[in-house]
């Protein structure tokens, strides 16, 4: 096995082969990418075999912004008889790892979503089979590898694993979100996703704790406000348009109506900002460096507008221009970037302010 499959927003398929070629090369692990318009992923092929396990072992995909999931994968597997599907895919996975669980998905484009009913159909026989042959655990095993089958089209499929403590644990590396129907505005999916994805959940009681304060740059209507305030925080939220009434009336929100570019909190009391400010990424990213550098607030979570052209150039310029300003100036950090599901043409950014520690 000498391919790699990544999942990524379609129309990103670019950014996404760029920045896996960025990283190969720096692992010394050769190859090129396969790449189709809008089909929501992409194929990078190494010229070595087995470099495709160990891109997938040594490259955290934590640092990946623009892959929703990585696996290595064997060639497409294509004209599946539509009377035994099965058996050829038994054949192809032989000398797998064992694997703890199975995800038959479909890249995240209209085309390929319509094949999702007949996933969820295939994958209780196949998981049957595969655990009569022993290629999965006879029990889900959180700690073992994912086998992933990929269907492009009917009967067309790539076929492959991931390691589960370096992939996306959610199926089709999407968070599935439900609007909250008393939510001002749809963009509080953003920051909700954000929380899954920076946040290990077992860390949530700690750090999205009740009685916090947090500070919302452009607020209105408070989507992301809404986000802080249903965990019992308290709000300052910072915008000159008007704020929902809803969250208004819950008390637990201030409403500035001042340029977030100036505003500095009363007290110093502050664990989150966030901020989802149309504005030029790279004046969004030095703002932000200036509210840890000043302790004003412990985490930060953050949108970044992409240009329309040389989008993951921006990207690197952008994070690398903050990562040296915070270093430049003593602050100890965690910082991952994402181009998230309910992303359009942006990134989410999230810094944690470490005292204690040191870690970039």
């Avoid at 539509?82 to 209209?110: H, K, W």
């Avoid at 209507?221 to 929902?244: C, E």
């Avoid at 052209?309 to 040296?324: A, F, H, M, P, S």
Wanted: hydrophobic share 40%; charged share 25%; net charge neutral.
């Amino acid at each position: 096995m000498n391919q790699v499959l990544l999942y990524c927003r379609p129309g990103f398929e670019k950014e996404c082969a760029g920045e896996v070629q960025d990283k190969a090369n720096k692992l010394e692990l050769f190859g090129f990418p396969r790449v189709k318009n809008n089909t929501g992923y992409v194929v990078f092929e190494f010229y070595t075999p087995g470099d495709a396990d160990k891109f997938i072992q040594l490259q955290p995909f934590a640092e990946l912004i623009f892959a929703r999931q990585m696996m290595t994968v064997m060639p497409l597997l294509d004209n599946l008889p539509s009377d035994d599907r099965i058996s050829p895919i038994l054949a192809a996975v032989a000398d797998f790892p064992r694997c703890g669980d199975l995800r038959v998905e479909t890249p995240d484009t209209n085309e390929a979503k319509e094949l999702l009913k007949f996933c969820r159909k295939f994958t209780v026989p196949l998981r049957q089979a595969m655990r009569k042959q022993d290629v999965l655990y006879t029990k889900d095993n959180p700690k073992k590898p994912v086998l992933h089958l990929c269907f492009i089209a009917p009967g067309c499929c790539y076929v492959g694993y991931s390691y589960s403590h370096n992939n996306s644990n959610f199926f089709m590396g999407i968070p599935r979100l439900k609007f909250p129907s008393d939510a001002p505005s749809r963009s509080t999916l953003k920051l909700e996703e954000a929380f899954h994805v920076f946040i290990p959940r077992e860390e949530w009681d700690e750090r999205l704790a009740p009685g916090m304060w947090g500070v919302d740059l452009g607020a209105c209507p408070g989507g992301w406000t809404y986000q802080l305030v249903k965990r019992s925080m308290f709000v300052h939220a910072i915008d000159n348009g008007q704020m929902a009434e809803s969250l208004m009336n819950t008390g637990q929100v201030k409403h500035h109506e001042v340029d977030g570019f100036k505003f500095e909190p009363p007290r110093k009391n502050v664990t989150w900002i966030v901020c989802d400010m149309i504005e030029k990424p790279a004046r969004v990213a030095h703002l932000m460096g200036d509210w840890l550098i000043k302790a004003w607030a412990k985490e930060a979570i953050f949108n970044l507008k992409l240009p329309m052209k040389g989008r993951y150039d921006e990207v690197l310029q952008d994070i690398e221009n903050l990562k040296v300003y915070l270093i430049q100036n003593g602050v100890k950090f965690k910082l991952q970037a994402k181009h998230l599901y309910h992303d359009r043409e942006e990134i989410t950014v999230h810094i944690q302010r470490l005292d204690s520690r040191s870690a970039y």
